[in-house]
Nanobody
Framework: VQLQASGGGLVQAGGSLRLSCAAS????????MGWFRQAPGKEREFVAD????????HYADSVKGRFTISRDSAKNTVYLQMNALKLEDTAIYYCAAGSNYWRIVTSQVFWGQGTQVTVSS
């Protein structure tokens, strides 16, 4: 499985960014996809995931109501729309491809390369 993430950058607090992750190497719609992030000095943490066919999404409490995960099976791509960004959202964001249909299980994922998101005041 190959994952190519893009869309990170520098944004002011309150702004928006959309991350994309293009997947290849297997049947995209059979597996959950997700996003994690790692801030400096902190452990990698769950942000959101979405089931193989979409329609079943989960979010970390810290991003609920601000971030939206979605997927486009025609493009084999998962997205993370991030609105109302806060300083504490600054991190490297990693795309993850799961090994089952419903949820990302961190012991059974394929990781993409990270993309840096920096939120400034």
């Amino acid at each position: 499985v190959q994952l190519q993430a893009s869309g990170g950058g520098l944004v002011q607090a309150g702004g928006s960014l959309r991350l994309s992750c293009a997947a290849s190497g297997r049947t995209f719609s059979n597996y959950a996809m997700g996003w994690f992030r790692q801030a400096p000095g902190k452990e990698r943490e769950f942000v959101a995931d979405i089931s193989g066919g979409g329609g079943n999404e989960h979010y970390a409490d810290s991003v609920k109501g601000r971030f939206t995960i979605s997927r486009d099976s025609a493009k084999n791509t998962v997205y993370l729309q991030m609105n109302a960004l806060k300083l504490e959202d600054t991190a490297i964001y990693y795309c993850a491809a799961g090994s089952n249909y419903w949820r990302i299980v961190t012991s059974q994922v394929f990781w993409g390369q990270g993309t840096q998101v920096t939120v400034s005041s």
